[in-house]
């Protein structure tokens, strides 16, 4: 028996490949199915079955092409959902041989109704691990709030008091030394607290996790559990639903695009289509030159999560601007999260732009020393602080105004047009993205702080308030 954790920085997230004895199973894959085949083939085992613990919110699973292409069985727990495409619905306790290895399914409803665990048993019967999804985290459990954006008739309260249910009857009666292996790590908007580590024995769990205190009421959990929620990224429920009906196969998402075209055929398709120019350079990168009206959102960060909050719809037609042979993992890391339609890129890149004499713009970014000095001279400057609302009550420059990235359209309004800002963010990221939008929007007077909080504070020459360790990473 081998057990292989696929982690995925971008989205924070563990796909499982377990092999036994000539066959596997492949928990949770991401869209891009080619490394499970490879991996399939590399050791000559066959796939045999597909486990979903959940129909997943923040990106969009790999399962019904990756069942396509090698015969395997789709499983989900129990559900009523109609589903887009061949599985099967399983039953509370319904083992599964894969070789020398069974798998029990625990239904485990409350992160959404259907999530299930899938308990491993070796080849000698024990008890050996434990693939959780979004119900048990490491240091948290999943936030009981997202499936009633699907289902009316749920409220996080009723989810929560299920969840309370499932881990005490499911998982917490089940042997300390059993590794609990979840479906995403710090860093996840599927819980608000996670640990940065991404497996950990069951009964550190027990003693660690405040989810899973053996002295806890119901409703002390239900409270707990739900403070600090900060409304999910609107593309989540829209993840649900191509998870449950199926979407285009991802090779010809990939084909579409990665179109090449030249300075001239992107521009005229950026005119005649309407769509979105997504720059996905570094950011310090992007300031010093990029296409009017582009939005920086870099490949190198947390790229799929901040696309998947800040672009509304799924079917916007989206222009890329990539660093030279970074173009397929673009379009592969969109379609992650279902945003199926890039259709080409800028061939040869920003420098073949320049080079064909196209209008350049550009944003001012400073240092922090830079920013001390003019705050030295003009005590009266304003310091526009991007990041989340949680971050900025940890701790923050005195005066600055918190205008999170996370709700763009309400925090634009804080800042002035004909006002010159100084933005920033923990450490750079974030403040371009913001950066960008808001000159895409006629925003002339921002200027980035390169470094972010981080090269604020390390510089010792601003008021900084006290810090208060913050009870959600929301």
């Not at 769509?275 to 996905?280: E, F, Q, R, S, V």
């Not at 570094?282 to 799929?304: E, H, L, M, R, V």
């Not at 909050?309 to 379609?335: F, H, M, N, S």
């Not at 634009?412 to 950066?435: N, P, Q």
Request: charge should be negative; include cysteine; glycine fraction near 8%.
């Amino acid at each position: 028996m081998k057990i292989e954790q696929i982690y995925t920085g971008c989205l924070a997230q563990g796909a499982y490949f377990i092999e036994s004895a000539g066959e596997a199973v492949v928990i949770d894959p991401l869209r891009e199915i080619q490394p499970y085949v490879e991996r399939a083939e590399k050791s000559g085992v066959k796939i045999k079955y597909v486990f979903e613990t959940h129909f997943h919110a923040d990106f969009v699973s790999g399962h019904v092409d990756l069942a396509k292409a090698t015969g395997a069985t789709i499983i989900y727990g129990p559900t009523t959902m109609p589903l887009g495409f061949d599985a099967l619905v399983a039953t509370d306790g319904q083992e599964f041989k894969v070789g020398n290895i069974t798998f029990t399914l625990l239904h485990t409803p409350g992160h959404t109704m259907e999530s299930s665990c899938y308990l491993l048993k070796d080849e000698n019967g024990k008890d050996t691990a434990i693939f959780t999804g979004d119900t048990l985290f490491i240091g948290d459990v999943g936030r009981p709030d997202l499936a009633q954006k699907v289902a009316d008739d749920l409220t996080q309260e009723k989810l929560a008091s299920y969840l309370f249910d499932s881990l005490r009857n499911k998982i917490m009666p089940l042997a300390d030394e059993i590794i609990v292996y979840p479906a995403h790590g710090a860093g996840s908007a599927c819980g608000k607290n996670m640990s940065k580590e991404t497996f950990d024995p069951l009964g550190n769990q027990k003693r660690n996790n405040y989810a899973l205190r053996a002295d806890m009421t119901r409703d002390e959990f239900i409270k707990e559990v739900i403070t600090g929620l900060m409304p999910p990224p609107a593309y989540f429920p829209k993840n649900v639903m191509m998870n449950i009906e199926g979407y285009d196969n991802i090779d010809q998402v990939i084909q579409r695009g990665t179109q090449a075209l030249s300075p001239e055929a992107f521009e005229a398709a950026a005119n005649e289509t309407g769509a979105l120019i997504l720059d996905t350079r570094a950011p310090q990168t992007f300031a010093k030159g990029f296409i009017p009206n582009a939005i920086n959102i870099g490949i190198d960060g947390s790229f799929a999560v901040w696309v998947g909050t800040l672009i509304p719809d799924l079917k916007q037609e989206i222009l890329i601007v990539a660093d030279e042979g970074r173009e397929a993992e673009v379009v592969t890391r969109l379609a992650r999260v279902g945003y199926d339609f890039a259709i080409g890129f800028l061939n040869g890149g920003m420098q073949s732009w320049i080079n064909a004499g196209k209008e350049v713009d550009a944003i001012k970014s400073i240092s922090a020393d830079e920013l001390a000095e003019i705050q030295k001279n003009h005590p009266e400057t304003a310091i526009l602080d991007v990041r989340k609302n949680s971050e900025h009550l940890s701790e923050h420059i005195l005066g600055a105004v918190n205008a999170p990235l996370d709700y763009v359209n309400d925090s634009m309004l804080k800042a002035e047009k004909d006002k010159t800002w100084y933005v920033h963010c923990a450490g750079g990221y974030r403040s371009m993205i913001f950066a960008s939008i808001l000159k895409a929007r006629g925003y002339d007077n921002l200027i980035d702080v390169s470094g972010g909080f981080k090269a604020i504070k390390d510089s010792g020459k601003f008021l900084v308030s006290d810090y208060v360790c913050p009870s959600t990473l929301l």
